[in-house]
């Protein structure tokens, strides 16, 4: 547990690609959905809630800033007009109602009543289409993929946006953290001041903020959801280490802890005074390798090392319990996953020797793993694959270095193998899937550099193809030439794990990791 | 002889690891009379001496002894600034004791330690001024330390090696004052050195002291004009004298 | 130095001589200069920092695969187009009239403001620590010095033996666990509220960061006290009658006061590196937590900015050690 | 009677302290110049200059009709040895009484390798010092016994002089005793040219041909050691002379020589 | 004639000391020496003693209570505890010795250097050792450590660049004072150059006295060196490493406490073997 590179160190996964693969919150649901219900018991109200978290919000620019860090701060100031629930199902938010046309190309949303900013204005179809407009213009890391055409305020309430050519994941895609609804041009001031001083809809006012430490939020009396938030006060406190989280949280000198090592969850559960508020996530944690390298261009040298894991086994060993063995790509919190019914490579030593019989390195080689310093886990999970490594022939000599440049490493492909994760943005299969798979993209499939026209195809088909049967086949296809293949081995997809005290009631966790505080009580 | 003031019986001292230091001394020491120990260095007399005021160094314990002293002790000792705080400034320090020894207010203290630094003729800026032990020469600091012992009242002042640090010429003024001062207030005196020639002067008896043992003792004129044990007689030879000069210098 | 102006002293008192002025005024002068010079040495140490480094700094900053025009961007945006003096004088000038190192390359604000942020609290926690183990130290030596040889003077002895090897962190986690966790009672880390809440927040840290430092102050104050105690001057107050309390508190600690004030000057750059790592183990966001975000975050302005404060605050406070034990010592006080 | 050292106009200062201040003083031949004065009057100093180890801010320094200058060649520094005061201190405590003598011996090429031992024995033998102490530490000797030592290795190097500075002073009375005997005895039997140093006038009578007074730095006063006890010239030598505390009770056949 | 008889007898009891006896006279010494022997001792015979590997992973038998078959239990790995802390007593106290002997020479060089000659040599040195203690040491660390990666290499580049401060310091002080003394005074009356003084003469007597604080900085290296690799940028894994050896246990302080309390245990252990040979050694050096 590296003090040093506390920075967004629980989810390490993220943290490499905190950049690209976040979501907002949402969910319909209110407090009867919450995990732990309050029952019919008189709501508790007001109470500070103190959430420690592992690194400090430095922005609220939801165009541009949108790091994990950032984002859980962002979403309790800026809602969208569509969220998506604890489960992953999209749904209406600041939009009372959303229409999408036959043709999949014009999306009709109308805004509730009464909707007010923070400031007490109220919120029109113009600050919708201004704020959708604007990320269109500054793009940034979560930028819309779908093609669109117009969006247009059709009158005080009703926001049309036009898409040039249809596009499934539109819908989940404005759920996004960055979708949020601002004041049309900023309420009159610069875009860089008004970041200074965000104004939204959320359930949350920026009331004190350290850029490199606390921050605290008020609750918004204007707030949309009447009597919510229960509570008054919201504090972000920065506890970099994870095990003075932990001690903290056990102390009651904190509500909630937003980094739980998957170590310490069983300890928070037998703990008297405090609890694990679990989400299945939309996340996974892989071994990528690069296509380009020596040895990992040759395909049966991929298979050999993916058959030599024990999947099931460090998925116990590290997780204990806290996660799934990962045999697809695709999460199992997201449709489409096969999780189930795939063909994967499992362990069987002998298999992975013949495997690599069949290459151009019958008798092994050497090679590097990189990894991020910081990350306990991580660095076991290294060594197990290290471990793996050798009763094939394999010598893994393992790179540990810090996370700013270990992300320069795998953005440059100067690389053999990397432990990173995968993280849907939004609840649909595309946006782990082209974010992994289309050479064309940002990140050339995941920077693996693993190219073939098959996937892609069916990757821009899928976009395309709207939701039933055949989308499912689509992706289930695609699914299984990846597992062939293997650009990457799946290993376990670890659950979305709060650490809260027992007192605390109606905390919402999203498997984004994302947690919403409007039905939260805090009782004695 | 009149009545003792202190008399020491079979003192031993020894270290921890029981190496003998001093063994079976023992002598008496009238009221005003003045006596001499005399020996090299390691021959016990400062621990001697130390042990009649109870302040043996740590690590030396007293084996056996029995000290019948009969008066208040005070002790002046051979490192002048050594034995002042080199913190506190020297009247302060004198006023200190004088306050404590005698149970007077702070001011009455201060007059009876002006009294005393008069008595040993010290410097009246001292009086302006107050002085640290540093600023002041070494034959000054040991009037001060004298000035303290007397602070006490003392009925047996114990010198040990009050001079042998300073120069010869104020050596010889501090010896004159010791024998003054012994005069106006009749005070018994223990007289610890190596130098023959100032208990010669000094004192009327004498204890030749070897490897921590009185060896010869008698009377200080018998004793050294007809020393009877060798090691006294070996002593008595080691002295170079100063033959004697014209007593009018040429100017 | 100090041999030849003893004889020194005896000479003007023999010769009546008073040229005390002028040396009592030169050991004030050279001290200053030593002190400036050191603060010169530090800010050019400090300015390599972030050359002596292998590789570009700029790259360091990017990422090694950094697009060209980024990485000149970034050579312009910290000076390393210019000659070497130049940069060098631009850091002077910048750290003399902003009194900083630049601007944090992830923060954006001016690496003094975010040093001045995160002051306060390391700041508390040294002087916390500084007098927790001057105060236990003092205690413990005259304990272990009044009884030498005893049982608790051995005890005493013992533990820097025991204590050496204890690595900061793990003594901080060991409080935490028991007089956190179980006891409860402190808080297990992070800063309170108001000063109460600060003080009271940070007992813990600064029992840790003390733990480290009283062993060795204990040894060397005890030694000191020892000295003192077997010295001439507290035998000749003792034969003078003055209680052993008195000569105590009066004599033996003000003079083994002055060699401990010294110590911790010295000691002063190793408890605030202490500080820096107690204040990972304990949450407080403090100078220790910046500088490692900072290292993570490859933001050198930052990282110089805190190793410019701390070398030259240590500096300050063993300069000012110095000066305080010049004035609290009569034999070296000169007449300002 | 030749001069085999002459110093001239000698002033060292530290800082505003003056040490010496403008010394002369000429050393002859096969006699011993006994410097007495009390603490601080630059005694020490004077024999550190001589001997080369502090270099004075004027004057200079004849050794038989050559000038000492700042840096000394090694010949030069062969010529002119010291004894010291404390016997304790002036011998490498992690050294033993072989390597001690032998450096010298080595150094300035009086004997070579093979005969190192036999010559440091001889050495021993000339201080009345048993041989067998070769491999021992200088901790292991009283203090007389180390000042013997000391005087062995000044002399290993056949100096044309010999600076003793208070050698005897750290020294019990009777131990003072035996090493002004020793060197007595050994300044007639190697015709030794002598400057000794000390405070005591006891032990300047029982040694020197001539004697020097110092005061503050300065010589008071310079004169042949009979002349000085019976007719001390200055009101200061006067006063020294008048201090010293006599024992009248020695009879005076006793006296030392 | 009488004292020098006294003083063979002196010598006779002296001799009969031997080294061996020496050290069995010194409490300190003796149990500081037996305890650092057996350290040496366990890491030597690492895989003699222990039938694991210490890499060795058996996932299906993670974080066990010390049992027989694993003395100290296993880790999150399922790595054998005991294994791996004697087999990081090899790496640790390897890095401890290689990376003090550099510092070690220099600072005692340059500490003899400023301590004999002193003006501008020791107003030189005085500056730079003032200028780098004046960093505290663990911020070069982690700047340095950072800089050059993770690994021994920040450990080995800090300790050049500042491990020879401590030795310096002392040995300055020690030399100045040995330089008032007459022995170095009789040397250069000799005519003996002074390079040759510091060697032969200066060094064995400031030699001890470097030693004794040899082995409080190697304590003090030692804890510098858990502690990066507490911090996470030590010893890279697999290779076992106390540090890093705590820090990974610490997630288990409640259920495995064994985990981090042994490593840490071990790195007390070395530290009071080697203050107490240091102590030992300076009770040695000082009775003389």
């Known amino acids: 547990m590296s003090k040093v590179s506390a920075f967004l160190r629980k989810k390490p996964l993220i943290a490499s690609l905190m950049?690209?693969?976040?979501?907002?919150?949402?969910?319909?649901?209110?407090?009867?959905?919450?995990?732990?219900?309050?029952?019919?018991n008189q709501v508790v109200k007001g109470g500070t809630f103190v959430y420690g978290r592992p690194a400090p919000v430095t922005s609220f620019d939801e165009y541009s800033e949108i790091t994990s860090n950032n984002a859980f701060a962002i979403d309790k100031v800026f809602e969208p007009l569509v969220a998506f629930n604890k489960d992953g199902k999209i749904g209406n938010w600041l939009a009372k109602s959303h229409s999408i046309s036959k043709d999949g190309l014009t999306y009709t949303f109308v805004l509730r009543d009464g909707l007010k900013f923070s400031n007490g204005t109220d919120v029109t179809a113009k600050d919708a289409a201004f704020s959708?407009?604007?990320?269109?213009?500054?793009?940034?890391?979560?930028?819309?993929?779908?093609?669109?055409?117009?969006?247009?305020?059709?009158?005080?309430?009703?926001?049309?946006?036009?898409?040039?050519?249809?596009?499934?994941?539109?819908l989940s895609e404005l759920a996004n953290f960055s979708n949020g609804i601002l004041p049309n041009n900023f309420g009159g001031v610069s875009e860089k001041q008004f970041f200074k001083k965000p104004i939204g809809t959320g359930p949350f006012v920026v009331q004190k903020w350290d850029p490199a430490g606390d921050l605290t939020f008020v609750k918004n009396k204007y707030y949309w959801q009447k009597g919510k938030p229960y509570i008054d006060k919201l504090v972000y406190k920065l506890i970099e280490d994870d095990s003075q989280a932990i001690n903290q949280l056990k102390a009651g000198e904190v509500n909630a802890i937003e980094s739980l090592p998957l170590e310490n969850a069983n300890e928070l559960k037998q703990n008297a005074g405090t609890g694990v508020l679990t989400s299945g996530s939309w996340s996974i944690e892989q071994l990528f390798f690069n296509t380009l390298d020596k040895h990992f261009s040759d395909v049966h040298v991929r298979r050999a090392l993916a058959l030599a894991i024990d999947r099931p086994a460090l998925t116990k060993a590290l997780t204990f319990g806290y996660a799934e063995p990962a045999n697809s790509l695709l999460p199992p919190a997201i449709l489409y996953n096969t999780n189930k019914t795939i063909k994967a490579l499992n362990f069987d030593t002998n298999a992975a020797k013949k495997e690599l019989a069949k290459s151009a390195y019958p008798h092994g080689f050497s090679t590097n793993l990189l990894i991020a310093s910081g990350n306990s886990t991580t660095a076991h999970l290294a060594q197990i694959l290290q471990q793996a490594g050798k009763t094939i022939g394999i010598n893994i000599n393992i790179e540990s270095i810090e996370l700013a440049s270990f992300r320069d490493r795998f953005f440059a492909y100067n690389f053999s193998t990397m432990i990173n994760g995968g993280q849907a943005d939004y609840p649909d299969a595309d946006s782990i899937l082209a974010f992994q798979t289309d050479p064309k993209g940002f990140s050339k499939s995941y920077w693996t550099h693993y190219t073939n026209n098959n996937v892609t195809k069916l990757l821009y088909e899928g976009q395309k193809t709207p939701d039933g049967p055949a989308r499912a086949k689509i992706y289930a296809n695609l699914q299984q030439i990846l597992a062939d293949e293997v650009p990457y081995i799946p290993l376990y997809y670890p659950d979305v794990l709060i650490g809260v005290r027992s007192s605390v009631k109606g905390l919402v966790v999203l498997p984004n990791g994302s947690v919403r505080f409007d039905s939260v009580q805090i009782t004695k | 002889m009149m009545a003792p003031i202190l008399e020491v019986e079979k003192l031993s001292l020894a270290t921890r690891s029981k190496k003998k230091l001093v063994s079976n001394v023992s002598f008496t020491i009238g009221r005003g009379e003045s006596m001499g120990l005399v020996g090299e260095s390691?021959?016990?007399?400062?621990?001697?001496?130390?042990?009649?005021?109870?302040?043996?160094?740590?690590?030396?314990?007293?084996?056996?002894?029995?000290?019948?002293?009969?008066?208040?002790?005070?002790?002046?000792f051979q490192d002048p600034i050594g034995a002042l705080d080199p913190l506190c400034p020297v009247v302060g320090q004198l006023a200190e004791v004088v306050a404590y020894n005698q149970k007077v207010s702070r001011k009455a203290s201060r007059k009876i330690a002006f009294e005393l630094l008069d008595m040993l003729g010290l410097p009246a800026s001292l009086k302006q001024k107050d002085r640290y032990p540093h600023q002041l020469s070494g034959g000054q600091c040991q009037r001060i330390v004298i000035a303290m012992a007397l602070a006490c009242k003392p009925d047996i002042l114990l010198c040990d090696e009050p001079t042998t640090a300073l120069d010869v010429t104020v050596q010889h003024q501090i010896l004159e004052i010791i024998t003054r001062l012994q005069k106006e207030l009749g005070f018994a005196m223990v007289f610890v050195t190596h130098n023959l020639a100032i208990v010669s002067s000094m004192c009327s008896r004498l204890c030749v002291m070897k490897e921590g043992q009185i060896i010869e003792r008698g009377d200080t004129l018998t004793l050294l004009q007809n020393p009877q044990n060798p090691y006294t007689q070996r002593l008595i030879s080691s002295v170079l004298p100063v033959p004697d000069f014209e007593r009018r210098p040429v100017l | 130095m100090i041999k030849l102006s003893a004889t020194g002293g005896r000479f003007k008192k023999l010769s009546g001589l008073s040229a005390k002025i002028a040396p009592s005024h030169r050991w004030l002068v050279r001290a200053l200069i030593r002190a400036v010079s050191v603060v010169f040495c530090v800010v050019v140490a400090v300015f390599f920092i972030i050359r002596i480094v292998p590789g570009d700094p700029a790259k360091m900053i990017l990422g090694q695969y950094a697009t060209p025009q980024a990485i000149e961007s970034m050579h312009h945006r910290l000076g390393l187009d210019l000659p070497i003096w130049e940069q060098f004088i631009r850091f002077v000038q910048n750290l003399v009239t902003h009194g900083d190192t630049g601007t944090s390359i992830v923060l954006g604000t001016s690496t003094r403001t975010l040093i001045a942020e995160r002051a306060p609290v390391t700041l508390l926690l040294i002087a916390m620590a500084s007098l927790l183990a001057i105060i236990v130290s003092i205690v413990l030596a005259t304990v272990a010095a009044t009884h030498k040889n005893g049982v608790l003077d051995h005890l005493i002895r013992i533990l820097p033996t025991v204590t050496l090897g204890m690595p900061i962190f793990w003594v901080g986690l060991l409080l935490i666990i028991f007089l956190s966790v179980r006891l409860r009672w402190f808080p297990v880390g992070g800063v309170g509220q108001g000063l109460g809440g600060m003080l009271y927040s940070l007992m813990l840290p600064a029992i840790t960061v003390a733990f480290a430092h009283i062993p060795t102050l204990v040894r060397s104050l005890?030694?000191?006290?020892?000295?003192?105690?077997?010295?001439?001057?507290?035998?000749?107050?003792?034969?003078?009658?003055?209680?052993?309390?008195?000569?105590?508190?009066k004599h033996v600690l003000r003079n083994s006061a002055l060699p401990a004030l010294m110590l911790l000057g010295v000691n002063i750059s190793y408890l605030i590196g202490g500080t820096l790592v107690v204040e990972q183990v304990f949450g407080i966001e403090g100078i220790g937590s910046l500088l490692f975000s900072a290292i993570s975050n490859r933001d050198f302005p930052i990282i110089q900015g805190i190793a410019l404060y701390c070398a030259i605050s240590v500096e300050i406070i063993s300069f000012l050690v110095e000066i305080a034990s010049r004035f609290l010592d009569p034999r070296t006080k000169g007449e300002l | 009677?030749?001069?085999?050292?002459?110093?001239?106009?000698?002033?060292?200062?530290?800082?505003?302290?003056?040490?010496?201040?403008?010394?002369?003083?000429?050393?002859?031949?096969?006699?011993?110049?006994?410097?007495?004065?009390e603490s601080g009057s630059g005694k020490s100093t004077l024999a550190r200059v001589i001997a080369g180890l502090i270099t004075p801010d004027e004057?200079?320094?004849?050794?038989?009709?050559?000038?000492?200058?700042?840096?000394?060649?090694?010949?030069?520094?062969?010529?002119?040895?010291?004894?010291?005061?404390?016997?304790?201190?002036?011998?490498?405590?992690?050294?033993?009484?072989?390597?001690?003598?032998?450096?010298?011996?080595?150094?300035?090429?009086?004997?070579?390798r093979s005969q190192v031992d036999k010559r440091c024995k001889e050495l021993l033998a000339r201080v009345q010092i048993d041989e067998n102490s070769l491999v021992r530490y200088p901790h292991e000797f009283s203090g007389g016994q180390l000042q013997r030592i000391a005087i062995a290795r000044a002399l290993s190097v056949e100096p044309s002089i010999l600076i003793a500075d208070e050698?005897?002073?750290?020294?019990?009375?009777?131990?003072?005793?035996?090493?002004?005997?020793?060197?007595?005895?050994?300044?007639?039997?190697?015709?030794?040219?002598?400057?000794?140093?000390?405070?005591?006038?006891?032990?300047?009578n029982a040694i020197s041909d001539t004697v020097a007074v110092m005061r503050q730095g300065k010589i008071v006063e310079i004169n042949q050691k009979e002349k000085f006890f019976s007719h001390p010239e200055t009101a200061y030598s006067y006063e020294l002379l008048s201090a010293v505390p006599k024992m009248d009770t020695i009879p005076s056949d006793r006296r030392f020589l | 004639m009488k004292s020098i008889q006294l003083d063979t007898q002196l010598q006779e009891n002296r001799k009969g000391k031997s080294l061996l006896k020496k050290v069995l006279n010194t409490p300190p010494l003796l149990w500081g020496g037996m305890m650092f022997a057996l350290l040496i001792g366990v890491a030597v015979f690492a895989p003699v003693i222990s039938p694991y590997q210490p890499s060795h992973q058996n996932l299906f038998a993670i974080l066990q209570p010390p049992s027989t078959k694993h003395w100290l239990g296993t880790d999150q790995l399922g790595r054998d505890?005991?294994?791996?802390?004697?087999?990081?007593?090899?790496?640790?106290?390897?890095?401890?010795?290689?990376?003090?002997?550099?510092?070690?020479?220099?600072?005692v060089f340059l500490g003899m250097l400023a301590g004999y000659y002193g003006k501008w040599i020791d107003t030189l040195i005085t500056l730079i050792t003032d200028t780098l203690i004046a960093f505290p040491f663990y911020l070069i660390v982690i700047i340095v450590a950072f800089a050059s990666g993770a690994g021994q290499k920040g450990i080995y580049i800090t300790f050049i660049l500042v491990g020879w401060i401590v030795y310096a310091r002392v040995i300055k002080g020690l030399s100045a004072s040995f330089r008032k003394q007459e022995w170095i005074a009789a040397a250069q009356t000799l005519g003996i150059p002074g390079v040759k003084i510091i060697l032969r003469h200066l060094l064995p007597n400031v030699l001890p006295q470097a030693v004794v604080v040899l082995m409080t900085d190697m304590v003090g290296l030692l804890v510098a060196i858990v502690t990066l690799g507490y911090l996470g940028i030590g010893i890279a894994p697999p290779t076992p490493d106390w540090g890093t050896m705590i820090s990974d246990g610490q997630s288990f302080i409640a259920t495995a406490w064994w985990l981090s309390a042994v490593p840490g245990c071990a790195v007390v252990y070395t530290g009071i073997a080697l203050s107490l040979v240091g102590d030992g050694l300076a009770d040695i050096w000082r009775r003389k």
């Not at chain 4, 002073?169 to 040219?193: F, G, W």
């Open chain 3, 222 to 249: 005890r030694t000191q006290m020892l000295e003192v105690l077997e010295s001439d001057f507290v035998v000749t107050l003792k034969a003078a009658g003055i209680p052993n309390r008195v000569i105590l508190v």
């Open chain 1, 19 to 40: 950049i690209l693969l976040l979501v907002l919150t949402a969910g319909c649901s209110g407090s009867n959905n919450a995990s732990q219900n309050t029952g019919k």
């Open chain 4, 59 to 112: 004057g200079r320094i004849v050794l038989d009709s050559q000038v000492l200058g700042k840096r000394r060649s090694r010949e030069q520094h062969k010529m002119i040895q010291l004894i010291f005061q404390n016997p304790d201190s002036s011998l490498n405590p992690r050294h033993t009484i072989r390597q001690i003598l032998a450096e010298p011996l080595l150094f300035h090429k009086i004997v070579n």
């Open chain 2, 42 to 76: 390691g021959s016990g007399k400062s621990l001697t001496l130390r042990s009649i005021i109870g302040l043996l160094p740590p690590g030396i314990e007293q084996v056996s002894a029995n000290i019948r002293c009969s008066g208040r002790c005070a002790m002046i």
């Open chain 4, 1 to 37: 009677m030749k001069t085999s050292l002459q110093i001239e106009d000698i002033t060292v200062t530290y800082g505003n302290f003056t040490a010496l201040d403008h010394v002369s003083l000429e050393l002859k031949q096969n006699t011993t110049l006994g410097l007495v004065g």
């Open chain 1, 132 to 170: 959708i407009q604007q990320h269109l213009i500054d793009k940034g890391p979560l930028a819309i993929s779908a093609q669109v055409a117009s969006i247009k305020a059709k009158d005080n309430k009703t926001l049309v946006i036009t898409l040039k050519e249809p596009y499934t994941p539109f």
């Open chain 5, 81 to 107: 505890l005991f294994t791996r802390v004697i087999y990081a007593a090899r790496t640790d106290l390897s890095i401890m010795v290689l990376a003090e002997v550099i510092p070690f020479c220099t600072g």
């Open chain 4, 167 to 204: 050698p005897t002073s750290a020294l019990d009375v009777s131990v003072q005793l035996s090493i002004l005997e020793l060197l007595n005895a050994l300044k007639s039997e190697l015709k030794l040219t002598m400057l000794f140093i000390s405070h005591d006038m006891g032990v300047i």
